[in-house]
Nanobody, 116 residues
Framework: QVQLVESGGGLVQAGGSLRLSCAAS????????MGWYRQAPGKQRELVATISRLGTSTTYADSVKDRFTISRDNAKNTVYLQMNSLKPEDTAVYYCNAVASSRNFWGEGTRVTVSS
């Protein structure tokens, strides 16, 4: 089993920055890939960014490219999402995801609100 706990969400003005953290515990040695998803009110959950096991490969949604950066610290079993130049349309609940032993694990989410 893998447990994921997100933190760092909050209220920020447009143009500001936030850094989200996802701390993994349990069978962390089995994690192959991790990512961030988000879900805005009335919309389906969408992929934001992913990062490979060693952090050598990353992917981003077109809507966040050049603004968000995903990274990981394997020694701390933690993945980060640095969010810069935030826009009101970034408002959503952000969820951490991990793939371990061919199964998906999810955190409970952290809310990000961007005001104009």
């Amino acid at each position: 089993q893998v447990q994921l706990v997100e933190s760092g969400g909050g209220l920020v003005q447009a143009g500001g920055s936030l850094r989200l953290s996802c701390a993994a515990s349990g069978s962390t040695f089995s994690i192959a890939v991790m990512g961030w998803y988000r879900q805005a009110p009335g919309k389906q959950r969408e992929l934001v960014a992913t990062i490979s096991r060693l952090g050598t490969s990353t992917t981003y949604a077109d809507s966040v490219k050049d603004r968000f950066t995903i990274s990981r610290d394997n020694a701390k079993n933690t993945v980060y999402l640095q969010m810069n130049s935030l826009k009101p349309e970034d408002t959503a609940v952000y969820y951490c995801n991990a793939v371990a032993s061919s199964r998906n694990f999810w955190g409970e989410g952290t809310r990000v609100t961007v005001s104009s």
